[in-house]
């Protein structure tokens, strides 16, 4: 089962949410915050997959939460749900932040991004294809190596 908070100020973006994903409750672990610390004292006690949040939030904003949880949660993928899309508080959060939906964003739209980040997240943490990006790297270093003796004699 996946793991996912949502983090918005507002009491009632966070309670359509939950209505509107009560569906998938068989397949996540819903959490819900209403402040960037509140979401990070809970992200400190338990392991989460993904991290949707709104970017206007007073005292901390999205793209804070976003970085914190890059620093502190690397593996936590990272999404920001915004109705404001204001170039600098967009250009603050890009490096921290895997995707950016606008607000307003039907249940089905978040359903299918946050399924596809998780499938995506899942992917690269596979063993299977980090043995199989190790040994690309392997080939590709043999390859110039055997090339670069080729070229000595």
């Known amino acids: 089962m996946k ?11 966070l309670s ?16 819900f ?3 960037a610390l509140k979401a990070l004292e809970i992200m400190d006690t338990e392991p989460f997959d993904v991290v949707v949040s709104d970017m206007r939030m007073p005292q901390h ?12 949660y690397p593996s936590t993928a990272r999404i920001i ?3 404001h899309a204001e170039q600098e508080m967009a250009i603050r959060s890009v490096a921290a932040t895997h ?7 039907d249940a089905d739209m978040l359903r299918a991004t946050v399924l596809r980040t998780c499938q995506l ?32 004699r």
């Not at 359509?16 to 959490?31: A, I, N």
């Not at 939460?65 to 620093?71: F, K, N």
């Open 3 to 13: 793991r996912i908070i949502f983090v918005d100020d507002e009491q009632n973006i």
């Open 16 to 31: 359509g949410l939950k209505r509107r994903l009560r569906p998938m409750r068989h397949e996540w672990e819903m959490h």
């Open 33 to 35: 915050a209403d402040s």
């Open 61 to 72: 904003d999205g793209a804070y939460l976003m970085a914190q949880v890059r620093e502190r």
């Open 81 to 83: 749900l915004s109705g």
């Open 99 to 105: 995707q950016f939906l606008a607000k307003p964003c």
């Open 121 to 152: 997240r899942d992917m690269m943490q596979s063993e299977r294809l980090q043995r199989i990006t190790a040994q690309i790297g392997d080939r590709k270093s043999t390859r110039l190596n055997s090339s670069h003796v080729r070229t000595a």
